[in-house]
Each structure stands twice: as C-alpha cells, then as structure tokens.
C-alpha cells in the first residue's frame, strides 16, 4: 500500500469523509481517508429501523461504538454515562437518530462575532445548501441536488400529531413547514437524513455513491499520533502489527476524529496544554487549550402511556417492521424514530427558541441507559417526550487518561455543573406536564410512565433529576475555533501554531447550535474542503 498521499483525513465521520471526498474532486490530488472502525456496508447501519437493535443489543453496539463513558459526574448522582460516539465509516452518522438540524442562525452570527471570520449564517449557507437533496426543493434556504438526502417524517402517529397542536397551542409556537428555513421557532414533522428506507450517512452520501479514483480510504487503523517536525505536521503515525508505520502527507493533514478523538489525537502529538502533557511524559510541540470548552446536549425522558402512539416495544412489533418494509418498503422502519419536532422558548428565553422538544411514539428506557446491558422497556404503545437543553452553561474538558494511544481519552462533561442548566430541565419537565395535561392530550395519553407519579411535586422531580438527564450524543467544542487565547485552531481551521495540520468536525464549534449537531457537523466538513481548495 502506498505510504504517501497529497491530504491525510482522519476519520471518516460526518466531516472526515466530506472533506476527503471534495478534496478528492480535483483529479490531480491524491487523498487517504483513514477510519478506525470497518465497512459500513451492513443492513445495521443503511436501514434506518434496526438503530434500535445497534444501540440496544451490547454485541452489536460494541461493533459499531467506541464504548465511552464520562468520568462520574458529582452533579448526576456520580453516575458514568455511556458517550456513544460511531467507530464505523460515517462515524456517528451511520449510528444517530438521522434527525437534520442546522440550529438557529443567530448561533453562526454569534460564531462571526467571536472572531470566526467567514462563519456568520450568510457564510456557511452556501456549505448547508450544497451538502443537502431537500425534498422540497431548492430555495434561498434550502439546497436540491446535494449528496445527503433530507425528508420530513411523514405518516405520524395520532399522538404525535395531537402533540403538534398541543405544543403549538401551549408553547404559543407557530404549526411551520420547515425548521431549516426562513424561521426555526415553531413544531412540525422532524426532517431527516434518509429517503428510500437508506440512511444517508456521510459516507453513503459523498464515497459510497460519489467514487473517485484518488481517493483511497482504509477501515480498521488506529492512528497513534499525527508526526510533527520542525513545527508541521507530516503524516501521521498509525499502529501496525509489531510496531508503528508513518504514513507521509506531502500538504496536509485533517483531524475529523470527532469531539473526543480530535483532541485525542492532538494530545498524543504533543498539542495541547503543557502541564497536563508533560504529566504523562508528552513532548510539548505547541501550548494550546486543547480538549477545553466540551458541552452537550441535555434531555430528560418522559413517557406516557398512549394507545394512539402504535408502537410497541416487542420483538413481534419490530419483525413485523422490518419484513414490511423489505416486502413493500416506504413504512416507519425505514425512517427515523423521531416524529414531533418543537423548537419554542422556555419563560426565561432571549430573543430566539432556547427549548427543543423531541417526541417519538415509543416508550424510552428509564430511568438511564448507563448500564451495558439491553435495556427494559414497557411494551405498551407509548408516547417520549424530551425537553431538551439546547444552550447548556455547564462546562467541561477531554485529557490524556495515558500516552497509550489505544487507551479511551478522560471524558468530563461536568453535566448539570452550572445551577442553570438544572433549572431549565426542570422548567423543561414543567412544561412538558402541563401540556400532557391540556384538555387535548388528556385524551391521548392515559398515564405518566415515567419519571412518574412518584416525582410528580418539583421538590421530588428536583432530586431525581440527576438520574434521569442524559445526554443526546451532541459533545461540541474541544478544539474551539477563534483568534484568541481559548482557540485552538483559526477560522480557516488551522491548528494554531502548527504548520499543515487542520481539524474539521464538531469539537471546532466556538458554542453549540441550537438543536442536533450532525448536519452542522456536515457544513463543517464542506467548509474545510472549501478553505482549502481555496487556498485559505
């Protein structure tokens, strides 16, 4: 195999194989997409219904999954929470909900006006139109013809449809056609990347259907460290049998290995902050806050029993989904779980949507899914609504847990950390209880499920909480992108300080977007192909 290439990528997720297959587009470079994970050319993965069984089954979770955990977290009851993050060509794409979100437009003019020049909405549409197919068509919001396909939910569920009216009648929220347009405040049908019954994953969209010649991509190699000398990155270093091997990059190399893995692999290579490297016997190559600024997403599920929601949690049920849907196709299975979308303002809210409302007629594990095991769910046809945070305060960091460069990176998210955050979940769960208890939906759900009767009073909800928030697989911002001393890379996504070396996925965001981060993280990767064919 060859052991020298124009551009190395670095995972192929949601950014990594966009950028590798754009800059692929121009036929005279030769580029090499590396992924620690295999082929994603496997029913798991391109069939939009079995998510169930890969994020259920532990033996098929391991295949697809890194397995991480958080450190235990002082403000969730110490629990360590399970980081799903997909170690598979497409990354996490080949293993999410498929829900595409671009967030609010304010969320890129608020990164514009911390100094990522270039990063304003005016500035990163043309990235989000190009990537995507809209179903509706091209407009001066929307983009047709693109690699990724994005449709609506359709055929809902009685109760889902019930919880539009009801959220739009209780939230004071406009009925909208589309989230990603004009105006994101409102509820509607989710949008997704997926048409057909396939998951339009990275990789489905921009190497499996776009093949290229100059474009080499390797599954199953775990990169050890990206090689740096005299200042500029090289190649990178990847473990083979009985050793290490260099694999040379004559321009550039581009970490896409996500929001653990990107600051992962920079520390290994001795970027990032200088005590904590020499700590573990890391040679300081550049004294960067690497790994610093990690924030996610917050949820807290709750379920309630409804006949009107359909599904239920059985293997009858799903077999029955999955033979539908190879014998005539176009059924739930072969779209996303998710059905009601609600972007609306809490009572503390500023000038634009700051609470997300996922809503999926299925019941949901409770009180966690921490434990690595299948976990219990009630089989009874049931409504999940999850208020969701999608503004957290809280704060926390990824370091070296060892130089060993196959050991799992020290996740801390410090969940729940800053007293806001608590508050608005509560506030959150507030909500999602008067509106189950409107005149409308009283006739929809028969029941709380979960969290139940038992923490029906605020004081109760408050100490509960802890074991019931979980994360909705949305970690931002450990590589931030900026010019000033808390960035690690610049606006052309430059790591500051080293020559040749760039990062391209969600660990880049200055702040997070307001709702789910897969499609930003695929605007990140068509922005990154674009600067540097530029010659930015």
Known sequence: MASEFDYIVVGAGSAGAIVARRLAEDASVRVLLLEAGGTDRTVFTRKPGMIAVVHTVPQVKKRFDWGYYTAPQKHAAGRRIPSTKGKVLGGSSSINGMLFVRGHRRNFDDWAAEGCTGWGHDGVLPAFKRLEDWEGGASAWRGAGGPVAVTRQKDLTPASEELLSAMAEGCGAPRIDDYNGEQQEGVAPFQMSARGGVRFSSTEAYVH??????????????????AIEAGRAVGVVVLAEGGTQTIRATREVVLSAGTFGSPHLLLLSGVGPAAHLREHGVEVVADLPVGDNLHDHLFVPMTFLAPSALHRGTALH???????????????????????????????????????????????????????????????????????????????????????????????????????????????????????????????????????????????????????????????????????????????????????????????????????????AMMIGERCAELMRAGA
Not at 209 to 226: C, D, H, K, S, Y
Not at 393 to 399: H, I, L
């Open 209 to 226: 259907r776009m093949p290229t010649p100059n474009l080499e991509v390797r599954t199953g190699v775990t990169v050890a460290r990206v």
């Open 318 to 520: 799903f077999f029955g989904g999955m033979l539908a849907e190879a014998v005539k196709g176009d059924t739930w299975f072969g779209r996303t779980v998710f059905e009601a979308a609600g972007f609306v303002r809490s009572k503390h809210a500023g000038s634009i949507p700051d609470l997300q409302i996922h809503a999926l007629p299925w019941s949901y594990p409770a009180p966690n899914q921490d434990l690595p095991v299948r976990p219990e769910v009630d089989m009874r046809p049931a409504l999940t609504v999850m208020p969701t945070l999608i503004y957290p305060k809280s704060r926390g960091q990824v370091r070296l847990a060892s130089a060993d460069p196959t050991a799992a990176p020290f996740i801390d998210p410090h969940y729940l950390e800053d007293p806001q955050d608590t508050r608005f979940l509560l506030d959150g769960i507030r909500l999602v209880r008067d509106l189950m208890a409107s005149a409308r939906m009283r006739k929809v759900a028969t029941a709380e499920l979960h969290p139940g009767p038992a923490f029906a009073d605020d004081a109760a909800m408050a100490r509960e909480l802890p074991t019931r928030a979980h994360t909705v697989y949305h970690p931002v911002g450990t590589c931030r992108m900026g010019q000033d001393e808390r960035a690690v890379v610049d606006p052309t996504l430059r790591v500051r300080g080293v020559e040749g070396l760039r990062v391209a996925d969600a660990s880049i965001m200055p702040s997070i977007t307001g709702g789910n981060t897969n499609a930003p």
